[in-house]
């Protein structure tokens, strides 16, 4: 099993920034991709930004594209999210989610962390 707990929400003025994080423990070496979704209220939790575990390639969605960054801190198998540029728009709970070796799904789920941005 693996456990993912996030951290670093807050409040933050519209073009301010905040660097989420999300610590990955417990069986790390199946470890295939992590990703960031968020979800705003009254709608659909959406995909914000995936990395490999281990060859790093990274992925975003177009609406954070050039604002946001993925990273991993391999020492201590931390998962980062930087965002800048925020917009009021990038309001939502944040989850970091990962997926293991073998599954075609985001299998692990942190508890979320709210980001709010205030105009």
């Known amino acids: 099993q693996v456990q993912l707990v996030e951290s670093g929400g807050g409040l933050v003025q519209a073009g301010g920034s905040l660097r989420l994080s999300c610590a990955v423990s417990?069986?790390?070496?199946?470890?295939?991709?992590m990703s960031w979704f968020r979800q705003a209220p009254g709608k659909e939790r959406e995909f914000v930004a995936a990395r490999g575990w281990s060859d790093g390639s990274t992925y975003y969605a177009s609406s954070v594209r050039g604002r946001f960054t993925i990273s991993r801190d391999n020492a201590n198998n931390t998962v980062y999210l930087q965002m800048n540029s925020l917009k009021p728009e990038d309001t939502a709970v944040y989850y970091c989610?990962?997926?293991?070796?073998?599954?075609?799904?985001?299998?692990?789920w942190g508890q979320g962390t709210q980001v709010t941005v205030s105009s």
């Open positions: 989610a990962g997926q293991a070796v073998g599954d075609n799904k985001w299998k692990f």
């Open positions: 417990g069986r790390t070496s199946n470890m295939y991709a």
